[in-house]
């Protein structure tokens, strides 16, 4: 099963909802139904800032409490780019021009993250932003909310695109006060917009089917794009790497058959980061399985178009099974095509545009991360009232069910 415990609270909620149309209900949240982003591509969803409301489109972060956008004053200049692309602001999602909006409150400039605590400071991302508090909206109809946490950033690395955030947690600003804003999520719920602090997501992948966009959903899941199982996460106390698993192991399956990491380790879920990170050891798997070799001006596993080709016809799979105990347990594997790892760098990552392998060796146990490449394949809900998540291999259809897209049978 999806989790039996957030199965029972979804479905209680979403069938109590049905009864009495002032009681708050799940909300889906479409994708914008572009696949794009200078690390992809990948699926993007509409935002709308401001007042009057200006339509960005962002990836997902399941992991920041705060959401982020492109800002036009610097975003596509030769501040920031040593050559500005000629579709940069498109490229870019669309930017924000603050100065257009009469909600716009000031906070101030700060760093991401900051002495190693923050959004993906663990990564060692490090980036500078104009934070303020500002009208959001999520999706082309969605819920809006006054006084939400926006970063305005201008540097195209390491966010090209803006995210949408989706952690619970508040942005705290220690350099005022300890003063806190509380999160998009959370402030759907005190507003009783939604009945519970929890969500579902998908990445959605271009390679699937005729392609397939992403999906979010507040307050429930669709049971139709998951295959059930009987494994039930629990969070990790750590509020900036809450999602948690067991990875138990990996395996490759190709033109032979072997074990890419053996021994267990705890390993985060977070969509923000497009890589995987892994031990090296397990890096050095990955090399021999595939044939891969770091580029070192770039920091990416480079692919040059032959043996790209000679990829994709290898029908190559990447198997990964998590559980919430290091041996035994109940457990679940997900499964990814090579063509979930064949992604697509773009400038400035790259000078020229070149296929790449989101793979990243660690520094250290810390680092450990499954990102958005791993959230192609996978449907992953969390609680945060009862801190308890599921992870799913993701069910491809021709055809997905109609509404309401929701199991409403108790479990």
Same mark, same amino acid.
């Given at each position: ?44 969803? =509409? ?7 200006? %339509? ?42 603050? =100065? ?30 104009? $934070? ?109 790497? %809450? ?76 198997? $990964? ?52 490449? $791993? ?37």
């Amino acid at each position: 099963m999806h989790s039996a415990a957030i199965i029972w609270v979804f479905a209680v909620l979403i069938a109590n909802g049905l009864s009495d149309d002032t009681t708050p209900k799940a909300v889906i949240i479409s994708a914008s139904e572009y696949f794009e982003g200078n690390d992809g591509p990948w699926s993007t969803f =509409n935002i709308r800032v401001g007042t009057p409301e200006q %339509d960005i489109r962002v990836l997902v972060s399941t992991a920041s409490p705060e959401s982020m956008v492109a800002l036009s004053e610097y975003g596509c200049s030769t501040a920031v780019f040593a050559t500005v692309p000629p579709d940069c602001a498109v490229s870019r999602g669309n930017l924000f021009n603050l =100065n257009q909006s009469s909600s716009w409150h000031d906070i101030g400039t700060y760093e991401i993250n900051q002495n190693g605590v923050g959004l993906e400071a663990n990564l060692g991302y490090t980036q500078r932003a104009q $934070f303020g508090l500002e009208h959001l909206a999520i999706g082309l109809t969605g819920p809006s909310l006054d006084n939400q946490t926006i970063a305005g950033i201008a540097t195209p690395e390491p966010f090209y695109l803006g995210i949408f955030g989706l952690n619970n947690q508040p942005v705290n600003f220690s350099t005022l006060g300890n003063y806190s804003s509380p999160s998009f999520l959370t402030t759907l719920k005190e507003t009783n917009t939604i009945p519970s602090l929890s969500w579902s997501y998908t990445a959605g992948a271009q390679y699937r089917l005729k392609q397939v966009y992403g999906q979010l959903i507040f307050s429930g899941y669709d049971a139709s794009r998951f295959m059930e199982n009987s494994v039930s996460f629990t969070m990790a106390d750590d509020v900036t790497r %809450d999602l948690v698993v067991v990875l138990q192991s990996i395996s490759y399956s190709g033109s032979t058959s072997t074990i890419l990491l053996s021994d267990a380790i705890n390993i985060f879920i977070d969509s923000t980061d497009p890589n995987i990170w892994l031990p090296g050891d397990a890096c050095d798997a990955f090399e021999k399985a595939f044939g891969l070799t770091l580029d070192n001006k770039t920091g990416l596993y480079l692919v040059n178009e032959t043996y790209h080709n000679t990829l994709l016809d290898s029908n190559a799979e990447v198997s $990964f099974r998590l559980s919430d105990t290091e041996s035994g347990g109940d457990t679940v594997t997900i499964t990814l095509p090579y063509a979930a790892f064949d992604l697509t760098a773009e400038y400035p990552l790259v000078d020229n545009s070149s296929h790449y392998f989101p793979l990243k060796r660690a520094n250290g146990s810390t680092q450990y991360t499954l990102g958005r490449t $791993f959230l192609q394949e996978a449907y992953l809900s969390a609680d945060y009232e009862r801190k308890v998540f599921n992870v799913s291999a993701y069910k491809w259809r021709l055809v997905f069910l109609g509404k309401p897209p929701f199991q409403l049978t108790l479990k």
